[in-house]
């Protein structure tokens, strides 16, 4: 993964997962997002694209490193990004970026990334395994 933090002119990594925007709801007493929330969206976002790679349903197991970079404001418009870094035997490891598009400011920026780890489980909740990969 290349550290997104650190390059000069950063673009998201991987797919378009979601987009949403974001609303007075969501937002504290100063106009700006939750991180729960926020939180909340990227774990929809990856747990979208961990059951594509899973064939099925998958629980969300872990969240890393995560770091909010900026705030976001009400009616930001925000992308989420989802790649997946690595696959176990049950397991899928998912980066996950939030870049928001500020309609004030038309600012495109990284909000925010974090690495979830989603595992494949079965009707009763247990882990199962990954199918074979195409």
Known sequence: ?????????PTPQ????MQITALPRETNGFGDI?????????????TA?????AGGRVAT???????F???VAVGAQ???YTQAQEIGRSSVKMLVEVWSDDP???????????????????????????PPRR
């Open 1 to 9: 993964m290349i550290d997104a933090y650190e390059q000069d002119e």
């Open 14 to 17: 991987g797919d378009l997962a």
């Open 34 to 46: 939750y991180g729960g929330w926020l939180v909340s969206q990227m774990d929809l976002a990856g």
């Open 49 to 53: 694209a961990a059951s594509k790679i």
């Open 61 to 67: 197991v872990a969240i890393d490193r995560m770091a």
């Open 69 to 71: 970079l900026v705030p």
């Open 78 to 80: 925000l992308t989420f």
């Open 104 to 130: 004030l400011s038309s600012e495109w920026r990284k909000v925010t990334e974090a690495l979830f780890v989603f595992v494949a489980i079965d009707g009763s909740g247990r882990t199962r395994p990954l």
